[in-house]
Nanobody, 123 residues
């Protein structure tokens, strides 16, 4: 059974940084694409970053240059370093795994989800 457990969320002021982690189990980590998504109540879930099986990242325009997705296959862990955080980054952040080798910035490309970790950025 695939399990994705996020950690690292919290509250920071605008301009601050956070590092999210996602522990992956029951899944052949590194063989399929992974991603980070976020959701604000009342809005659709948004894919902010993906990493494919080659380790190549893709970012949504809203986070490009500020967020960095990475993975440690030996530790079965996915990360996202978030710098220069803005109030509009406030959301629940989810780790997700895809059956696609190269997932797109599309929530429909992801098959497994974690429970989420809250990120709150104050002005």
């Amino acid at each position: 059974q695939v399990q994705l457990v996020e950690s690292g969320g919290g509250s920071v002021q605008s301009g601050g940084s956070l590092r999210l982690s996602c522990a992956v189990s029951g899944y052949r980590h590194g063989r399929y694409g992974m991603g980070w998504l976020r959701q604000v109540p009342g809005k659709e879930r948004e894919v902010v970053a993906v990493i494919d099986i080659h380790g190549d990242p893709t970012y949504a325009d809203s986070v490009k240059g500020r967020f960095t997705i990475s993975q440690d296959n030996a530790k079965n862990t996915l990360y996202m370093q978030m710098n220069s955080l803005k109030p509009e980054d406030t959301a629940m952040y989810y780790c997700a795994a895809s059956n696609y080798y190269v997932p797109r910035l599309n929530p429909g490309d992801f098959n497994y989800w974690g429970q989420g970790t809250q990120v709150t950025v104050s002005p």
